[in-house]
Each structure stands twice: as C-alpha cells, then as structure tokens.
C-alpha cells in the first residue's frame, strides 16, 4: 500500500475553519443505508471565499473517505503502565491505503448530495458511479442529544465497533479527521491485538522504581469499515466517532 499524505491547502483562502460546528446535514451525522452494491462517503471543508474551492477540498476528502472504507491497513503500538496508571507511552500508529484504489473510485463515483452552512461545505458521495439520486433524510440540523454508542459499544452478532474520541481541536475539521481514524484503529484493536507484559527497572543513586508495562500493538488490514455515526459534545468539546464493519468479512 502507498502512504497518502492530507491535500494543505493555503490559509489565505480559509474563512472560519477554526469555528464550532453547530449545523450540519443529517446524513453527516448517521451515514444513510446504502443500495445493494454501493457505497456512500462523507466529505467535509472549511468554509472559503471561493466556493468551488471548498467543494473541491470537501470532494477530496469524501474520495479518500472512500478509499479508506474499501481498505485501509493500520499499524499501532501503545504502551500503558499495568498498574492502574493510564498514561501513554510511546505511542505510535500509522493509517495507510493503496493509491490505485483512489484513482479507481475517483474515476467512478457520483455526488449525491451537498450543503453549505455558516461552518463549511459538506458532500455525499457514492460509489460506484450511480444514475439515480436516493431518497434519504438530507436536511440540515442540530446536533441531538447524546447517543448511547458515546458510551459503550453497540453489542451485535453481526457488526463489530470502535469508537474514536478526540477534544479540545482548534480546529472541528482536524478533529474529525483524528476522531475517523482512531475509531479504525479502535476497531482494528478489537478485531486483533498482540498484547506484552514489560518488566521494566529505573535505578538511580538512592531509589530503585519497578513498573510492569503492558504493550499493545496491531498491524491489521481492514476492509469494508465506515464511520456510520458521528457525535459532537458542544459543551465540552468532544468529538466522537463511531466506525464498523461486518463480522462476516476477512479483516486480512
């Protein structure tokens, strides 16, 4: 797979991609069920001067959303004192997807639906390319009260979940970028993790520390997996991101 860097776009053309999000589509909140045989992705930007330039970052977005959903191959390690201390070390994780599948969906898909709100641009796109446009809920809306998937995973024979929380971003379009991808590498984590137990010794000249370090880590491809659901806590500022996939599907 090829590593994929984010598109930087200049500030100079960016109006208010630092504001809250307060106003947003409903099928940016809860992905719409899509027809048998394809596929929606969500696309998001900043709001700027030139519209067809915020339409064109929110469409890039939504194709390396897409990208992502087909098959994405995720590499993390986290370390965490054993001991009842939370504290991460040395984290480490690494999202990629491969290139030609970009350019595949790129050459074959279609916009369905789009929305311009005082916070930015936003885009509904499916793939393969489709002839009809589907009927689903596609008015603008507030975010509602909090989900029961903010708390604990949805419990299904069928899906399994991971959840990806981020707060406190300057910017909500970083933000849910970060939110997306550790909701995969959630995921990922609960499909398959190597676990370590660390014994590890800090000696100085008058004390002797002992830690136990518990080291997880994962290097897992998966395929088929879609932020169906978002959340943003406006009181506190926490972005919350739920992703799954099918039991049924090979993850490798």
């Known amino acids: 797979m090829t590593r994929l860097s984010s598109i930087i776009v200049p500030v100079v053309f960016l109006l208010n991609g630092l504001t809250a999000q307060i106003i947003i589509p409903e099928w940016f909140e809860k992905l719409p069920d899509s027809p048998s045989g394809f596929c929606y992705s969500v696309g998001y930007s900043g709001k700027y001067q030139n519209q067809s330039l915020a339409r064109q970052v929110a469409t890039s977005r939504a194709l390396s959303n897409m990208a992502k959903q087909h098959s994405v191959r995720l590499i993390f390690e986290i370390e965490e004192f054993a001991d009842g201390r939370f504290r991460l070390l040395n984290p480490s994780f690494e999202l990629s997807y491969d290139e030609s599948v970009l350019l595949d969906i790129t050459a074959n898909y279609t916009p369905i639906d789009s929305s311009i709100t005082n916070e930015g641009y ?22 509602e009260k ?11 024979r069928h899906y399994i979940y991971g959840i990806g929380i981020v707060s406190n971003y300057s910017s909500w379009i970083r933000a849910w970028k970060d939110a997306d991808e550790y909701a995969r590498f959630d995921l990922g984590k609960n ?25 997880l ?11 169906v659901e978002r959340w943003y806590d406006q009181k506190n500022d926490i972005y919350y991101s739920l992703c799954c996939k099918e039991r049924r599907d090979n993850p490798h």
């Open 217 to 227: 880590s994962c290097d897992i491809v998966l395929k088929q997996s879609f932020i």
């Open 146 to 156: 909090q989900p029961k998937w903010t708390k604990a995973l949805p419990n299904s």
């Open 191 to 215: 499909i398959e993790i190597e676990a370590e137990s660390i014994h590890a010794v800090q000696r100085d000249d008058r004390f002797t520390i002992e830690s136990k370090i518990l080291r």
């Open 122 to 143: 936003y885009i509904l796109i499916a793939c393969p390319s489709i002839e009809w446009r589907p009927q689903f809920p596609s008015n603008d809306k507030t975010w």
